[in-house]
């Protein structure tokens, strides 16, 4: 999908696409996706990134799963906040939402890029397990 002319905004990345997760009616192991996310950061606040951790299917019982950043051009404690911890996707849910606190800068600079990698699931196989986060710095 392409995004084009945006009104009163700014498209940090304008190409997305799109997965099929699971499209076999057939198989009945949870799989668990994470996905990208692009941010555009001010010079002042704190924005977030958003990642959204997606299950194909509700699940009968609880998947839990771990999650950690890792910097690529976007530094931890400079560009943004680091995270980690331990998400559940409850049963009547099909997503977990992982929040990463982007810091500001003073001046323009190029867009930075860092990860969110997902791991060890309990209830779930992963089919991606790294998702990649743009960081737009205004110019």
């Not at 009945?28 to 924005?47: C, E, I, K, M, P």
């Not at 606190?101 to 089919?127: D, H, M, Q, R």
């Amino acid at each position: 999908m392409q995004l084009v002319n945006p009104s009163n905004a700014v498209l940090g990345r304008s190409v997305g696409d799109g997965t099929i997760i699971q499209d076999d009616a057939t198989t009945s192991a949870q799989v668990l996706y994470v996905g990208d996310t692009s941010v555009v950061r001010g010079d002042s606040g704190t924005q977030f990134a958003e990642f959204t951790v997606t299950l194909a299917l509700s699940p009968s019982s609880p998947v839990i799963f771990q999650y950690a950043t890792a910097n690529g051009t976007a530094i931890s404690g400079t560009d943004y906040s680091p995270v980690s911890g331990t998400a559940t996707i409850q049963p009547g849910s099909s997503s977990a939402h992982i929040q990463v606190p982007i810091l500001p800068i003073t001046s323009p600079g190029p867009t930075l890029t860092f990860a969110l990698t997902i791991s060890n699931p309990n209830g779930a196989v992963i089919e991606r397990s790294v998702g990649a986060g743009s960081v737009v710095n205004w110019n």
